[in-house]
């Protein structure tokens, strides 16, 4: 198999590329990435001196370097997307651009190519709000903030190459993601990485959302069991082991990095929020997949990670991430309240 992997460079995308690289069914993979802010090539250290993989510094907007990238694979993955909720808020412009525009590209070398197999990697926020029950892959798409509108559109059009071109285009729609060298924008990491240096927590709001927590491992099978024996023209949900509010999860780490919850901020919320996501999984299930890692476990180890290894995440937030803390965070910070 030749893949071709876009995104590769990112938390998730990463953590796919070693889990490919190790089948030896795999003869060849190309990682094609913009090195964005998310982007770090150090996430793919393990596997570049590997002759079967190559990598290319590139944007998934440039049609002639995409088709001429599929014209050479199996199989695209796609993960390239701008990820984080609160920047889509800020500034959706790159959202746009990335998970729609991105997307259909793609889409169009697919079409151009009759490349085998195309898995589009989505998530459960295309689903908006879901106060009870699950959602399943048939229910309608009520996306809320800009990010989660981007990624819909793009299932959307993904799902039309399909019907109208014959794209043998799935989806995945994975919940929420934590494990080793995701982007401490996102709440678990930046949580952890703030109560190592004894900062204050940010919890939006009441900090009663619920999310259902998936490790990357668990993702990355995911998106291997529909990559490997997904039909095409299909969504296959993959959720969690394990649903909590955000102040439970908030505590379970305090606990873990033996940290006081006087730590914790209640700031001014997101706007827009979505109070749960909650998946049904059944589809993929019968695909023989299921997630593996408790959460007790995952976070264990995440936290470990985090703490083991400083030298990847210092130089993030001493860079150009302080600004877009401050931006985010200062004011919310300065008009706080504490958890008790
Ligand atoms: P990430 O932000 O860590 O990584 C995104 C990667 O895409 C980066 O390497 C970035 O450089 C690259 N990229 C961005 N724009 C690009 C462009 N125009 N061309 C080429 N590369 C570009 O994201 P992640 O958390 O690893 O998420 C990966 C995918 O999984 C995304 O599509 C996201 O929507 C989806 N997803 C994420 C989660 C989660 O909780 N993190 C859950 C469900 C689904
Ligand atoms: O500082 C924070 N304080 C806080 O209370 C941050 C960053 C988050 N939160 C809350 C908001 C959410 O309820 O924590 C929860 C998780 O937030 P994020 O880590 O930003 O993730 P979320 O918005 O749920 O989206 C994630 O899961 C689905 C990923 O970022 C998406 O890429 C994925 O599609």
Redesign the pocket.
Known sequence: MRLLV??????????FVRRAMARPAVDQLTV?????????PA?LAEVAGDPRYRFLH?????AEVVTGLMRDADAVV???????VDRSIEEAD?FV???VN?TFTLLEAARATGVARFVQ?????VYGDVPEGSSSEADALRPRSP?AAS?AAADLLALAYHTTHGVPVMI???????GP???PE?IIPLFITNAIDHEPLPLYGDGLQVRDW?H?DD?CAAVEAVLDRGTAGEIYN?GGTASLTNLELTRWLLGLLDRPESLIRHVADRPGHDRRYALDSSRLRALRWQPRVALEDGLAATVDWYQQNEAWWRPIKDGSFRDYYRRLYAERLATSTAAW
């Open positions: 876009t995104g590769g460079a990112g938390f998730i995308g990463s953590s094609i990435d913009k090195l964005t802010y998310a982007g770090n996430n590139a944007d998934i907007n440039d796609n993960f390239a997307a701008e990820s984080h790159a651009r990335t998970d991105g990697v989505s998530t459960d926020e990010y990624k995945t729609r994975g919940s929420n993601t934590y060298r995701q982007f996102k998936l990357v993702h993959a």
